[in-house]
């Protein structure tokens, strides 16, 4: 037999070969959802009982979610009504759904108070709101969802290994809602509003006295203030002034060598001569 020969015939049985394999293949694809489709259709709960823990075993959490769906209203108030509705809110955090999982957990905290799986139920109710903290210039509405529920886990269990793990989360949630704070106190500071930026700066540093950013927005305060001052009319003048010289020496105070202290005192000599002064006002609006 030639060489080109044998060729060809290896070839031919290296096709059959393939073609063997992916009718195998469609064939267990074709029976495995076969399967899944009679014990979907089954009324024998044991069955489909069995079936959605070995599909969550497996990790195929949309065949497990879609029996423990099935499962969670025909077995409610038996014995194993809480194992499936817990595992019913886990396929959905496994498929990345916070929102309906975190719904499931709260739903399952509310319902089943002496179930073994309570503890890890509120836990994940928390941290499904956590899963779902967006960027900190949007929306914090689930960051403070997850920092309520977070605490409430730590008050009622106290002792738990997953007590100062939640504490870490709640401080990263708070810094994140700090930084919200700044941004939008940093936005009318930038647009030159500068009543509502006092009135945001000086919310930021009461909200959260430790922040980061702690010096640049008691500086901007300062800043805010006196600007407030010199674009007022001449009979709020004085008194905005004085607040101004008041934000300086506490700026002042705090920050004795702030890479910004020579505009802090430009500005603090300013409003201190006005106020001597007040015939030469700055300006009049």
């Known amino acids: 037999m030639n060489f080109s020969k044998k060729l060809y015939l290896c070839a031919m049985l290296t096709n059959r070969i393939y073609i063997i394999i992916i009718v195998l293949c469609s064939m267990m694809v074709s029976f ?3 399967g899944f489709e009679k014990v979907i259709k089954s009324d024998d709960m044991d069955l489909k009982f069995s079936k959605a823990f070995y599909f969550y075993n497996k990790g195929d959490y949309v065949k497990a979610g879609t029996l423990f769906d099935q499962l969670a209203p025909l077995i409610r108030g038996t014995r194993r009504a809480d194992s499936a509705y817990f595992y019913q809110a886990m396929t959905q955090y496994e498929l990345n759904d916070y929102i309906i999982a975190g719904h499931y957990f709260g739903n399952f905290v509310q319902m089943y108070g002496n179930s073994t799986f309570i503890e890890e139920a509120a836990y994940m109710e928390a941290y499904c709101y956590y899963m779902q903290s967006p960027r900190p210039e949007l929306d914090q509405t689930s960051t403070l969802q997850a920092i309520d529920a977070f605490r409430l886990y730590r008050i009622r269990y106290p002792n738990s290994s997953r007590v100062a793990d939640c504490s870490r989360i709640i401080d990263e949630l708070n810094e994140k809602l700090m930084e919200k704070a700044y941004i939008s106190a940093q936005l009318y500071y930038n647009l030159d509003n500068y009543k ?5 700066l000086g919310n930021c540093l009461a909200d959260f ?17 006196y600007m407030l ?22 700026f002042i105070a705090e920050f004795p060598e702030s890479r910004n202290k020579k505009e802090a005192e430009e500005m603090y000599k300013e409003a201190s001569r006005f106020i001597k002064e007040p015939e030469n006002e700055l300006t009049q609006n």
């Open 32 to 34: 495995s959802c076969t």
């Open 196 to 200: 509502a930026s006092v009135v945001s």
């Open 209 to 225: 006295p430790d922040s980061k950013y702690r010096e640049e927005i008691m500086f901007k305060l300062l800043k805010s203030k």
């Open 229 to 250: 001052a010199v674009k007022s009319i001449q009979s709020k003048q004085i008194e905005r002034f004085q607040d101004a010289i008041d934000e300086y020496y506490s």
